[in-house]
């Protein structure tokens, strides 16, 4: 299927688009690298009037440290990131970016774009969950700074205003005695996650739990968190024991679609799976050690 007519413009600078869009109204679409957004418009869930694409401003393409942060433009590759000083420095990231779909589509999806969309399938909005980190958004009214808890409020759904734009993400650089994990659960490289786990932890030099963040991905409309089930992991060793009771009460908090993944049974099974090897990778990166991550697949 082919999408519906629509006209394309290509502004030179952010405050041009911003300007665009806002001038265009509901009907126009932020094109960045296409990678969700063409395949929406082929399979005509969505028929915009005008696309306005964004993906050659310079000023979304940076990767960057500053103090306790990274600052990534929202322009900023898969593929980039996984490569970049903030992949090396928190192995979780490059657990997602280093192995979202296949090369092609890393080397032209953004992250902008992906937690843009806001699909519950998608693999950096539970990474970011995890990391806890914010989303810069600029639009007609100025800059601000959402928390991604804040960001995606439903399936497909976010919190952008009227013509505003992600133009960042940041991403707070974890203390010392920390470690995070993400896997994801798929049929096939290309394909979205049937199920993902996200851990990032902190340990005391007793190696008891300082702080612990527990995310479940393509486990309902968005990212399933639990604080209640964080705090109970707070201040005592993580045993198995532990590790598995936070995972039945997290995984009961779940929603998982049946679909052509698998069924929601299905799926609960893989995440108290996921959140078990998820959660020893995070405690044996916190501890010093060297571990690479890899997703599951069928």
Known sequence: MYPAPFRYHRPGTLDTAISLLSELGEGARPLAGGQSLIPILKMRMDEPSDLVDIGRLPELMHIRKEKNRFCIGALATHARI??????????????????????????????????????????????????????????????????IKDFITDSYTNSLAEAELVTEIQVPIPPARSGGAYIGFKKAAPAYPAASVGVQLTLT??????????????????????????????????????????????????????????????????????????????????????????????
């Open 82 to 147: 996984a490569a970049s000083e903030v992949a090396g420095e928190i192995p979780i990231i490059r657990d997602c970016a280093a192995r979202i779909a296949d090369p092609q589509v890393r080397a032209l999806g953004t992250i902008g774009g992906s937690v843009s969309i806001a699909d519950p399938s998608s693999d950096w909005p539970t990474l970011l969950h995890t990391l806890d980190a914010g989303v810069v958004c600029k639009g007609p009214g100025g800059t601000r700074i959402v928390a």
């Open 205 to 298: 030099a007793g190696n008891i739990c300082h702080d612990i963040r527990l995310v479940l991905g393509a486990a309902g409309p968005t990212p399933v968190t639990s604080g209640e089930v964080e705090q109970s992991l707070v201040g005592h060793p993580l045993t198995d024991e532990k590790l598995q009771q936070a995972a039945e009460a997290l995984v009961e908090l779940s929603d998982p679609p049946t679909d052509a993944r698998g069924s929601a049974a299905f799926k609960r099974v893989m995440l108290r799976s996921l959140f078990m090897r998820t959660a020893h990778t995070a405690l044996q990166r916190a501890k010093g050690e060297s571990v690479t991550g890899s997703h599951d697949y069928v």
